[in-house]
């Protein structure tokens, strides 16, 4: 089978099992202008994979994202025997380790919800109403949605009755289920209650938060309006973990939080953790543990379970 031929039923491959695979399908592809496409798979050296990767200084996000879409690319080759070995450099230089997300306290998310504050933060931004940001803010937080799953709903999406929403073609192209609580409902059911103003398209259709014109939030928009938020309600991040909280945090924090509570009530940690996998959206575990060393706090409530475990008291 020839690289070409390879490379495409990799990425099929990938896509088949739910993976939306649009970054390292481009890459892969772009690959292909490095390397013969017509040839067999070992038939690619080192040197060519170097001249795509393209670089010997510091290590780049989009040079990381070359490198791993080739790694996974012959390690899917080499376990079906279209290559013997991959010819990856053996010195590529790692890249720095992330910062970890920021996770926002209790007092700061009261203050980047109150509405006054919110009112005062989108001065400027014409097509994005006060009431339509906080609500966006609300969904990240209290059912943590991605910014483009929460921008992407329409009102047909929002069962009041049920107090679910559904949300489609996630990062993994599936949908999902996701109820909410009781305080978020109360603020979806008000915000759908008010009339829509003048141009917002009025049918199931139309996007449950939408600019002034009926149109799809941009994030530029949202991200500008954010920033100010951010200033006037002095949340600022701290020194030692990430300069600038993000909008996406909001949702890392759903996370942390719902997890700091399960410890609190003594719940199974353990066998929840697949329920909050599940209600995120994630392909798989993976990416929910990493959640699990997150804050101080989190971490405080973990070790008190394991504590009364050694005692001999309630079950870990």
């Not at 690959?31 to 001249?51: I, N, P, S, W, Y």
């Not at 719902?258 to 353990?270: C, F, I, M, N, S």
Request: aromatic share 8%; proline share 5%; charged share 25%.
């Amino acid at each position: 089978m020839t690289l070409r031929e390879t490379i495409e039923q990799y990425i099929n491959w990938r896509q088949a099992h739910g993976a939306k695979f649009t970054t390292a399908r481009n890459l892969l592809r772009q690959f292909l202008r490095h390397a013969d496409g017509d040839a067999e798979c070992d038939a690619v050296t080192k040197a060519q994979v170097q001249a795509f990767l393209a670089g010997e200084g510091p290590i780049t996000r989009h040079r990381e994202n070359k490198t791993y879409a080739l790694a996974g690319f012959w390690r899917y080759a080499i376990s079906r025997d279209y290559a013997r070995c991959a010819p990856l450099p053996d010195n590529e230089p790692r890249s720095p380790l992330r910062a970890p997300p920021y996770i926002y306290t209790r007092d700061e998310l009261q203050r980047l919800f109150d509405p006054r504050i919110v009112e005062i933060s989108r001065h400027g931004a014409r097509q994005l109403d006060a009431v339509t940001f906080r609500t966006l803010l609300l969904l990240l937080y209290g059912a943590g949605l991605r910014f483009s799953e929460a921008t992407g709903l329409t009102r047909a999406d929002v069962d009041l009755s049920e107090a679910i929403l559904t949300v489609r073609d996630t990062k993994f192209y599936k949908s999902r289920l996701v109820p909410v609580g009781s305080q978020l409902a109360a603020v979806l059911t008000t915000f759908m209650s008010a009339p829509p103003g003048d141009g917002i398209a009025k049918g199931e259709a139309a996007f449950l938060l939408a600019n002034r014109d009926g149109t799809r939030l941009a994030s530029s928009t949202v991200q500008a309006a954010f920033d100010m938020l951010r200033r006037i309600a002095c949340v600022h991040g701290k020194p030692s973990g990430r300069q600038v909280p993000r909008l996406h945090d909001l949702r890392h924090s759903f996370a942390v939080h719902r997890l700091t509570a399960w410890y609190r009530q003594g719940a199974d940690v353990q066998r929840l953790l697949p329920v909050l996998s599940t209600y995120l959206g994630h392909s798989d575990l993976e990416g929910t543990k990493v959640y699990l060393s997150m804050t101080p706090e989190l971490l405080q409530q973990a070790s008190l379970r394991f504590a009364r475990y050694v005692e001999g008291g309630q079950d870990a």
